[in-house]
């Protein structure tokens, strides 16, 4: 008798600033990919050379991107802003790789706890899944801290919705000793029963002998990072800025974002 066909999972990411949305996704796939499953990753936003995936496969759909932080308008890899004409043809590439892969769990980054702009294709993708048979299981792949919104109690409302409606799972990385989930998502004890927290999302787990290491690098100082966000600049510089005002002023003070380079430290 030949061997069962490895369950398929579909990611989806879109990355509007940075790119530490995307190497989280990636992290994701290739360990999903490592444990025997299939692996689609499908990216929306700037192509970003040399991806490690694994074994996982991946599809780049037209990128786009955010003009500044509040997210407001999207453009696309000209500079340009995307019009319903650009919408229609991505949604209409990203149910072509949906129906083409088939997976048994689709798995969406962040939304509904934002990515609002991408509804344009991801309402019609979760309408997709619904309707699919068997359904697949649908997931949402969320940090742990939600971004603050001047009309965030609608806002909020309004992911809780489209989480009950569309969801079986949030899966939250972080730690709820650390910042629990509903400190930025008050909702959170409604859906309590489908939360589950993976941890942070890193690259290589810390080796056992590295743990018991008091002098192991990075030991004692302090981290500034701005993940992968292309707009982390200014935080950098204000906490290099104040570092002599600080209580930690005599401590090695790491400022670290998603780069080719590899982390200063001053």
């Keep these: 008798m030949s061997a069962a066909a490895p369950r398929r999972v579909l990611l989806y990411v879109q990355h509007l600033l940075g790119i530490g949305h995307l190497q989280r996704s990636a992290i994701v796939a290739r360990a999903c990919a490592a444990s025997g499953l299939e692996v ?9 050379p040399d991806l490690p995936l694994g074994a996982a496969r991946f ?18 890899e000209h500079g340009r802003p995307v019009d319903e004409a650009w919408k229609a ?14 997976p048994h769990a689709l798995v969406i980054e962040l ?9 344009f294709e991801l309402v019609p993708l979760l309408e997709a899944a619904q309707a699919a048979m068997p359904r ?9 801290v939600l971004q603050d919104n001047e009309d ?8 809780l919705q489209a989480f009950e ?11 709820p000793a650390f910042i629990p989930f509903e400190r930025t998502f008050p909702h959170a004890a409604r859906i309590s029963a489908r939360i589950a927290y993976t941890g942070y999302v890193v690259d290589r787990p810390l080796a056992a002998e590295d743990a018991g290491d008091a002098q192991g690098e990075g030991r004692g100082e302090v981290l500034v990072s701005a993940g ?16 002599a005002s600080t209580t930690s002023s005599a401590v090695a003070m790491r400022a670290s974002t998603w780069s080719l380079r590899p982390s200063a430290t001053r």
Excluded at 165 to 175: I, P, T
Excluded at 228 to 243: C, N
């Design 59 to 76: 599809v780049q759909l037209p990128p786009t991107v955010a003009t500044d932080p509040s997210f407001k308008q999207l453009v696309d």
């Design 40 to 48: 689609m990753l499908v990216s929306g936003g700037t192509a970003v």
């Design 165 to 175: 409606r569309y969801f079986d799972r949030a899966l939250v990385h972080g730690d």
């Design 111 to 119: 939304y509904p706890f934002g990515r609002r702009l991408m509804r």
């Design 228 to 243: 992968g966000g292309s707009f982390g600049g200014s935080l950098l510089e204000t906490a290099l800025r104040a570092r």
């Design 136 to 144: 697949p299981l649908i997931v949402s792949s969320a940090r742990d």
């Design 152 to 159: 965030n109690a609608p806002r909020l409302q309004k992911m």
């Design 89 to 102: 043809r991505r949604r209409d590439r990203l149910l072509e790789v949906w129906n083409d892969f088939q």
